[in-house]
């Protein structure tokens, strides 16, 4: 039965316009939404203006005085490239079947607005602003040394002289820049976000696809954290080869187990060892027996995170359902993330249920959690934007703790290996033999590669 998402059952489409001064998070918004629907299976893209216009004004000085609003130059290049922008939105909505499309740019000014707006009506495409209004100067000056002195617009140019200059371009912008008003904009569908969430305004928020994003951006916070990801100590079932079940770790899980609080603190290194973590795990006994050793008091149990539901085929090997059910083995190898076990669930599935888990982590701050190989592919997919078909593929072994640091524009990822040996559970396509005993230690395995492509 084919399972649909939230833009099949409504069949909206939504343009996303983002709205804010510079250096207000609005490119790191814009990207978040489209890594969050994308895991979601909704088609969506982000256009950002300034790539275009950086595409386009190679033959001139974009110093702060080319965001002069009486520079002539500087307003036609900022024209072309907002054109070229909408123009190729709209022919990814119409030739791609796009359901969500964002518009990055500043667009400040309330001209430039009904601009977009007339053509998303003309198109059939529900417009939707999203504003990050923010007047914290110390957090924009942070923002600046952050993400702006880098930008590709400074390349060759001291940090000093970037700050400077993205400060002189922050006043070209305010003196046209006209913020979304619940007079003016009454009739809008919008979403305003004062200071980064400690006030939201909601405008006319009509379909579900836009609620949902409301609740996501709601939900965002920039306050530094880290995220840690772990399976389970190896398990007896793992020894066995079988896959499902509740059984209790093996003795090297044990060990597992006992080593992970050790593991932990030496990736909080020394000035953050005091640092309290919440941990999560499943309902399953495995993980709970992993977290035992943890010195934390906050550890959450959550059914969501349970592994992936193998319906008839729970307890059984690989081996023993490629011999009962040889065309469900091969259906599962040729589209892995969309198979669902008989009586039981998909890839796809476990996506579903991991919605509010997605959420609450992002409303949290450091957490911990300790689940299963399918769910963790699942959560490590999110942060890594990994696509759908590749994500069931990704090996994540046993024995290693992973420590993701969300960034502005990417997470970084760091590997710690325990050191105890564990069997392979990491099937390949096409075969029902599992891979070799994993040493446990740091090697040029495939999940090394993986993550320094990219982390980058
Ligand atoms: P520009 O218009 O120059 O492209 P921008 O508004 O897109 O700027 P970003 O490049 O996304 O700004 O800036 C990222 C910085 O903004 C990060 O340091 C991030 O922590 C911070 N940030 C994220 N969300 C918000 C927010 N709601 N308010 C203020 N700052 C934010």
Known sequence: MPVYSISHVENVRVCVVMVGLPARGKSLIAQKIVRYLSWLSINSKCFNVGSYRREIATDTVVDAEFFDPKNEVGMNYRQEAITRATTDMMKWFSDDNGVVGILDATNSTRDRR?????????????????????????????????VKTTSPDYLNRNNEFAAEDFLKRIKFYEQVYETMDQKADADLTFIKLVNVNSQIILNRIESYLESRIVYYVMNLHIKPRSIWLSRHGESEYNLTGQIGGDSNLSERGWRYAKRLPELVLKSLGEENKHTNLTVWTSTLKRTQQTSSFL??????????????????????????????????????????????????????????????????????????????????????????????????????????????????????????????????????????????????????????????????
């Open 295 to 456: 010195p934390y008091k906050r550890k959450l149990q959550w059914k969501a995170l349970d592994e992936l539901d193998a319906g008839e085929c729970d307890g059984m090997t690989y081996e023993e359902i490629e011999k009962t059910f040889p065309e469900d083995f091969k259906a599962r190898d040729d589209d892995k993330y969309e198979y669902r076990y008989r009586g039981g669930e998909s890839y796809r599935d476990i996506v579903i249920r991991l919605e509010p888990i997605i959420m609450e982590l992002e409303r949290q701050e450091n957490i911990l959690i300790i689940t299963h190989q399918a769910v963790l592919r699942c959560l490590y997919a999110y942060f890594m934007n990994v696509p759908q078909e590749e994500s069931p593929w990704m090996s994540i072994p046993l024995h290693t703790l992973i420590k993701l640091e969300p960034r502005a524009y990417s997470t970084l990822v760091s590997r710690i290996k325990a050191d105890i040996p564990a069997v392979s559970t990491y099937k390949e396509k096409g075969t029902s033999q599992l891979g070799e005993l994993e040493t446990g230690t740091a090697s040029k395995s495939r999940d090394l590669i993986r993550d320094s492509e990219l982390a980058k």
């Open 114 to 146: 009904d601009k977009i707006l007339k053509l998303c009506r003309e198109n059939s495409i529900e417009p939707m602003f999203l504003e990050s209004f923010c007047d914290d100067q110390d957090l924009i000056m942070q923002n600046i040394l952050d």
